[in-house]
């Protein structure tokens, strides 16, 4: 018998996994042949401990520690910059007010981004505080936390049916039957399926699709060093990745859970509002494709026992910040589960609860 059953290999599953086994005996199922195969393959991996709701934030900056030092750090210098054209003011302050951001004189902004357009940008913001998380390697180390501990970490495995024993959870993955005293719910945007599934109330997520370009380094430069640039309206970001610029039209549109790809149009919507900011015509698409970031019905995470059942645990609603929230949001789930005093705040804590939706 299983104590600890996770349903999902992303950064969601793997790091409740590494959390939980070393307090019972653990086992986690992934559907695809590889861990991080859904969002967490997908993502930007940017840290932005500013960005998000409150209790992002408390989650993120209570993570900061482990993403900068643990297991020799995941974390390495990008720094975010913020761009808003001339007629942009009321936007670029509020913009600013959100992330916590400086104004910096543009000439500083166009030295350290020359593609920047100075005939239709108006106003920059900059702060360093911004990282790019290794987040296939911080995937790979906490399942090895997870197997350090004795836990198993199997992929390849489709969930298909949940049922209630009496001492626990009968779960059907490729015809064989596991048990397990509680379930682990990360199944990213699949948590209501699998909750359907347990005879669980499903909470109401929904999967937005959030889509990325990659391009050739505009212009030739060596964007290495070039921070992530954000629009005013947070409608476009760009950011550098291995000598490539990516691009995204930060699109938010709800669909179904599955297996997401970007949509020509709403890229080339998003590469035109990025386009109006530089002074680089985007001639070649090298790549592109898209994620499903999926939010509860109030966008916080959901973390710890349903409503329903204290032996069906959410670990949920990751959103946008999966990565930058995951240490502190797993340490959360062990903490409620152990039953050991959390390092976050009260009104963290409530806004967390999968009791708010009782
Ligand atoms: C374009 C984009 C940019 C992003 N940028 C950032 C960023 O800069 N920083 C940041 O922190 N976050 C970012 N995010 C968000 C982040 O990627 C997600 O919050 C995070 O990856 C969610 O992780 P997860 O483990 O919950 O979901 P997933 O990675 O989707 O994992 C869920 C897993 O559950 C598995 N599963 C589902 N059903 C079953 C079943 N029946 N049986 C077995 N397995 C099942 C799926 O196969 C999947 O692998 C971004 C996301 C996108 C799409």
Redesign the pocket.
Same mark, same amino acid.
């Given at each position: 018998m299983n104590d600890f059953l996770v *349903? %999902?290999?992303? *950064?969601?599953?793997t790091s409740a996994a590494a959390r939980l086994a070393p307090l019972g005996k653990t086992l986690l199922?992934?559907?695809?042949p590889a861990l %991080?195969?859904?969002?967490?393959?997908?993502? /930007? /991996?940017?840290?932005e401990a500013n960005y998000g709701l409150d209790s992002t934030v408390a989650l993120s900056r209570a993570s900061a520690d482990f993403h900068a030092n643990a297991q020799g750090g995941f974390l390495s210098p990008r720094g975010l910059m913020l761009v808003a054209k001339a007629d942009d003011a009321a936007a670029f302050e509020a913009a600013c007010l959100d992330l916590n951001m400086d104004p910096i004189p543009l000439s500083r902004a166009f030295d350290m981004v020359p593609i920047l357009n100075p005939d239709m940008i108006g106003y920059t913001a900059y702060h360093e505080e911004a990282y790019d998380?290794d987040t296939d390697r911080e995937i790979q180390v906490f399942a090895s936390i997870a197997r350090d501990h004795g836990g198993a970490v199997i992929t390849g495995?489709?969930?298909?049916a949940i049922r209630r024993a009496h001492s626990g959870w009968i779960v059907t993955?490729n015809g064989t039957d596991h048990e397990a005293r509680s379930i682990v719910n990360?199944?990213? /945007?699949?948590v209501d399926? *699998?909750a359907r599934m347990a005879g669980i109330k499903p909470l109401g997520f929904t999967p937005l699709r959030?889509?990325?370009a990659r391009l050739p380094a505009p212009g030739g430069h060596d964007v290495s060093r070039w921070p992530m640039l954000i629009g005013a309206h947070e409608d476009w970001y760009a950011k550098p990745d291995a000598g490539k610029f990516l691009v995204?039209p930060a699109d938010e549109d709800p669909q179904e859970p599955h297996d997401a790809w970007a949509d020509d149009m709403v890229l080339a919507e998003g590469l035109a509002r990025y386009e109006e900011h530089v002074t680089t015509p985007v001639t070649r698409v090298e790549s592109n494709w /898209? %994620?499903?970031?999926?939010f509860s019905p109030d966008r916080n995470l959901v973390i710890g026992p349903a409503s329903d059942d204290p032996f069906f645990l959410w670990c949920?609603g990751?959103?946008?910040? %999966?990565?930058?929230?995951a240490p502190a949001a797993s340490r959360l789930l062990a903490d409620v589960v152990s039953g050991r005093p959390s390092e976050l705040d009260a009104t963290t804590l409530a806004a967390l609860n999968p009791q708010r939706f009782a």
């Open positions: *349903i %999902g290999g992303g *950064i969601a599953g199922l992934e559907r695809e %991080g195969y859904h969002a967490s393959g997908r993502s /930007a /991996a940017l840290f998380i495995q489709d969930v298909t993955s990360a199944a990213g /945007a699949w399926e *699998i959030r889509s990325m995204s /898209a %994620g499903l970031r999926t949920a990751q959103g946008g910040y %999966g990565f930058q929230t």
